[in-house]
């Protein structure tokens, strides 16, 4: 079998996502045969670091032992069971390691098949909460300018990408949009607290004069994935979750993409030392490996929903694979390997070196802006050093990044003109140093006229 095989079988059936289709015309369609730790094998024994993590999912390698032993394992003993009215211990040890290690107080944890269906069951359990208080007319819902939060209709509605959502806009709630603190667009000088904090008082103002009518604020902490990478300072959500708490409005953390030691610690939310109301899991729930998301929430809010049937109170929301017994097994031993390896302490070490790769690149003529969290860092290309002023879309700049890393066994898949990395914590240095050159080349490339 070669790749072309595949390929013209593929181009014929397969509706790829994120795509324009007639993109794969010109631009190739690579597939994979095999994958092993950090890397992507193709039909013809072309190899590819996976720099992006398959869409920032996989944490320890593809094909790790120790997670393949465990699908092994519970296979052999149960693959699925309703999680109405029946349980199994998977889902039950799952719930209680999530308790363990998630900020204080989420002490209840309720299960969905990805990370979009976690934030719409988030927004539901928000709003009933409000309405079982008899406070129906708290309904909207507070986001931050440039989010992302999932494309199913309900999360498609509390993000700020104009790229994913505008042509669906007729379809979807209104929310209120506060500016963001991105670091970025801060003013010379301002440092990335300063500038959090000057950003954070139109979010209060819109809490003190709408409280009454809003259920939450949703929030990604400290990195806006989709929206370029964008990363701000953590004071943001220690002043949000205070004035959460003032105005009586829920907190509800989207650490979809930025859980799991993403930003340098086991969830975003500690860096600001808050507790949300809710919050939102998946992506490295799994280590890459199986549909899995989670909600986790306070007692506050689960007893607001306990009482006799006739109440109508009950929580009526399901997904047929909820709480799956594979997919929980995998999440199992995604937590063993955490709790074992002295992971965050080692991608410390990795993160360092991350940065200390590129370093280079902060007096590149075309590059606006370094930054990083943790084990994701991001790199900014801009037509205009001095004002930050961007390559026009139009341009994809970024896609020359994409074809050339193809070519030098990397697969960096920019977000615009933005290159990032957000690699499996099995990346050696070697392999970090290397997709450092390999981007600064692809940068080289892409940003001659």
Known sequence: MRNADIVKRDLKSVWHPCTQMKDHESLPLIPIKRGKGVWLEDFENNRFIDAVSSWWVNLFGHANPRINGAIRDQIEQLEHVILAGFSHEPVVNLSERLIEVTPPGLNKCFYADNGSSAIEAALKMSYHYWKNLGKPNKKNFVNLGNSYHGETLGALALGDVSLYKETYQPLLMEVITAPSPDAY????????????????????????????????????????????????????????????DKYGVHLIADEIAVGFGRTGTMFACEQSGITPDFICLSKGLTAGYLPLSAVLTTDTVYDAFYDDYETMRAFLHSHSYTGNPIGCAVALATLDIFRDDNVIENNRKLATCMGESVAHLIDHPNVGDIRQHGMTLAIEMVKD???????????????????????????????????????????????IRHLAQVATEGIDIAVRD
């Open 385 to 431: 050093k001095a004002t930050k002023t961007p390559f026009p879309w139009q341009e994809r700049r970024g896609i020359k990044v994409y074809r050339h890393s193809l070519t030098r066994e990397a697969l960096l898949r920019p977000l615009g003109n933005v290159v990032y990395f957000m690699p499996p914590y099995v990346i050696n240095e070697e392999q």
């Open 185 to 244: 667009n801060r003013e010379a000088g301002e440092s990335w607290e300063d500038y959090a904090l000057r950003q954070f008082e139109a979010m209060d103002k819109i809490l003190a004069e709408q409280h009454d009518e809003i259920c939450a604020v949703v929030v990604e902490p400290l990195i806006q994935c989709a929206g370029g990478m964008r990363m701000h300072h953590a004071i943001y959500h220690k002043k949000l979750r205070e004035a959460c």
